[in-house]
């Protein structure tokens, strides 16, 4: 599928582009490699914000990420108004997750996100034009990805790892240590980067759990294999320590981007 | 800060992280504190190195990782419904992992003496009976942990005090054989000598647990992941994950909303490690629904602004349409739903109208206007049930509109009169209920009436003497000779009228002696009333009359009455558009007790109307021309007057109406009974001429609200100018023959009326009469 040369028919609306006007005035002295990552990275912000704010669950927040990862992984981010891209995404994203978001929240959410303490939109002609650019552009990342919007995600191997996991442990000190909130949490920073989409599932779900057992020093039984060597069949020390580098990488971004 | 999870951490990590953490965490306070605790850990593990980035990590997010509100699980003996889990499966249930792990055994059987617990659920094969109990070769754990275990020869004792018995005829011991499945609880662990005791009784079981059935358990009933686990460990090709991807539960779509309950993870608030997503950075008013809340409130607004202003035009469907149109878009907008039933009340949808105004105060309890007008419909409405007799409910509505505004003079007013009403006919029925026991016999009375018939007419045939010649004397002094040519006539009309007149009064003397009581209280508040007069009337009050026999002429006078009222009403209702509306409820609510009030009251009116203008008719002709003059003058007054107060009035109406109910009651209380219950209400089954009469009953109250004789004057011309057109009606439509008749008085006597007929039948055919005669004086007066 060929990218689309110009921009969205659609304006993307004032808010858009005061959006953008912050981005832009953040680095000029980083390379556009840098530039760009650190432009993803703010707007999978934006997406994880308005996510939490819209009330969506954790998989439809990812699925909006990956979907946002894999349109720009195929387009140009100059040829793409990115935050617009994102309120699609989430939108899509709810549909493909079964948990519809309404457009109107989106771009209200969205709205207060790049006006902070404005009043809500009027139900008048801008309000309309930025519903129309969200549903144009969702049409526009469907096709771009081949209508290939399902994802198989980490999320329920992390769970049903930790499950497993808790029962090596003696029940008391598992309880002491809050390795299933700190797991999930580093699994949701994760998707702020683009490699999200280029590790499996499980070794992200493995090296999720690993990162967060070894933070707090818990002491798992030692047999002829490692815990996290069984819950996947073809997981490497390799693999989880190449997740956990890229996921350090984000919290050191985040220093330098926010 | 947790000291002792920083302590496990740092145990772990050894002594790099520490001082990664005293460069990373010197700022944070939290960490200065248990700083010197942390000393003394640290140095002991100090070979094991980690990845320098981890532990960078780890300093960096330690205020987060180390932080007391970081964890949100609790302790608690989880466990949802163990069976009913394994049952449908919501989750893959996967064997322990230290199958696949192959621990070693001595690792494993020192783990499970470790952790296992008091309260934990175990499944055993029974490999020895004694008489003191049975032994158990420990297979799997059913609940708390899940370990594999089948090979580690624990044994456990489950002594027979221990079993409950099922009767006492029996060794409990004699139901278990050796190879049976059992399911226990740990009732004690001796961690030192390894010995494990067991127990059957429910008692033992933890909390959480309890719900768990102990006792023999069939091969399919072993537990989910003690079967999954033993096909892994007998077949090598089954892995972790190939056995996670054939569960039922990994394909559940909810699979992961379950488990993050389960592991009491929020994913409203879901955790970050990022600084700029910790939960406390959101703000209330930043998220989807609060914004939309307002939002929708914003715009519902202007929908009620653009609603309004239609409304203030008249233009009242498309102010609905705004307003619902409000709804749609936020419920419970209380500006709408005030604006809503403001609308309905106007429309007269009072019911409609309180529910708006009820949804509003609900979500805002203290809304002014809201209030306000809920406390004035309520009035309103109860004034509507007054109407339609339903006393205590009515009094129920003031009440409340009395318990929103305690201050509201037209609630206190109406709560007043009703609970006087309310006290009066109570009273008044019980002494009706009196009266009637003691009720003579009709046969005595009859004979009575029959004397006192004769004796008033006699009075009447000198009364009249009298009357006309003081008449042909005062015209002869002082008038011309018209008047006294009227004055003759009018004698030789009477002289008929008499005849007819007995005739009748036969046939009703009852009604006659009502009408002419009643007559005699309207006229009370005139000026006219001369001496004579209200000694006839004294004499008549005297008269002790009866309550009417079912189905007499009342009901078919009433009947008769029906087409003259609906001109009447039709007149008032020109008159003003909120009187309608009131008629518009008494159509749809037509209560059958009005009937006694009002077709009395209507007699009541007939009776007023001959009088007035009987008291006028003898006068000379100067008189009458001016008098004719006022009348106009105080027609169009009342006119002016009824419009200005036709608010007030219709508000008074039902309290006139109320009071005057009770006088009349008091007054003749007997026959409000009797013909209200009984004789009217048979004749008037349709409902047409029931809220005919409602009408007129709300008319003659109104006129009746006017206390001084000016105003009973002026009710007493428009009372005319009403009949006077409802005869015309009346003629042309339906009463052929009344018309006929009145005709012919009419012809025969073209004087003024006479004080002949002053105490007069009662029947249809003489009002009829009456007003015929009046019209034709009416329009002699201004000829001659």
Known sequence: ?258 | MDRDLLRQSLLYHGESLFNTLKCEQTENPDFQAVLPDLCKVTSERGEEQGSPLVEQFIARKADILFSPAWKTATLQREEHDEEEEEAAEPYAIMPPLEIFMEVSYQERRSVMYRDLERGDVVVGRINNIREYGFFLTLLCMAGGLKRDIEDLDLSALCHVKEIPSTGSHDDPLSYYQIGDFIRAGVKDIDRYQEKITVSLLQSCLSPGLDHIKLGVLTKEELPIHYSRGTRASNDSSQTYERILRTCHGYHNPCVVDYLLEKVQISDIHPPSMMRGLQSKLFKEEDFASSIRKKQSASWALKCVRAGVDHFKHGRHVEAMNEYNKALEIDTNNVEALVARGALYANKGSLLKAITNFEQALESCPDHRNAKKYLCQTLVERGKQLEEQEKLVTAEGLYRRALSLDDSNPEAQDALHKITDTIQKSIRLREEALAKEQTKPKGGQTSADKLRKILKEEKRMKKKRKRSTSSLSSSSESSRNSSASSSSSSSRRKSKKKKKKHRRSERRSKRRSRISSRDSRRSEEGKNEKDGRREKEEDEEEEVEWYPAPPNTSATFLNQKGGPGFRVDEEVEAKESDERRICHLYSLSAASDNGDSDSSRRERKRRAKTRKSSQSRSPEKESRLSRSKERRDKNRQRGKEESRRNSDSKRRSSLDENRKRKVSCSSADSEFSRKSGFQSEYPGNGSSASKHLEKRERHESSKRNSFDDGRYKTEDADREKESSKRRVEEEGSRSAGRIRKTSQNSAGNGDGPGESAKKELPPHLLNIFNQIAQFEKEKGAGPKK
Request: charged content about 25%; glycine content about 4%.
């Open chain 1, 1 to 258: 599928m060929e990218a689309p040369s110009s921009r969205l028919p659609a304006s993307p609306g004032a808010p858009l582009k005061l959006a953008a006007r912050r981005d832009s005035s953040a680095g000029e002295a980083d390379s556009d490699s840098t530039r760009e990552i650190k432009r993803h990275f703010r707007v999978c912000r934006f997406i994880m914000e308005t996510g939490v704010k819209l009330g969506m669950r954790s998989v439809p927040v990812a699925t909006a990420c990956v979907l946002y990862h894999r349109f720009f992984k195929r387009v140009n981010l100059a040829a793409y108004e990115p935050y617009l891209v994102a309120m699609s995404c989430l939108y899509l994203a709810g549909k493909v997750e079964e948990q519809h978001i309404r457009t109107r929240d989106i771009i209200n959410v969205s709205h207060r996100y790049f006006n902070s303490g404005s009043a809500p939109l009027e139900c008048d002609k801008e309000f309309w034009d930025l519903r129309d650019s969200v549903v144009q552009c969702e049409l526009v990342i469907l096709r771009q990805l081949n209508f290939q919007v399902s994802f198989e995600h980490p999320h329920k191997y992390l769970l049903h790892y930790l499950l497993s996991v808790k029962s090596l442990v003696n029940r008391h000190a598992w309880y002491r240590t809050p390795v299933a909130e700190t797991s999930w949490a580093l699994l949701r920073d994760f998707y702020h980067g683009a490699m999200c989409i280029h590790h499996t599932a499980q070794h992200i779900a493995i090296a999720m759990v690993y990162l967060a057992i070894n933070s707090y020093g818990v002491e798992l039984p030692d047999g002829e294999k490692q815990w996290w060597q069984v819950l996947c069949d073809d997981v490497t020390k390799a693999d989880i320590d190449a997740v956990i580098s890229d996921l350090l990488q984000l919290y050191d971004m985040e220093a330098k981007c926010i």
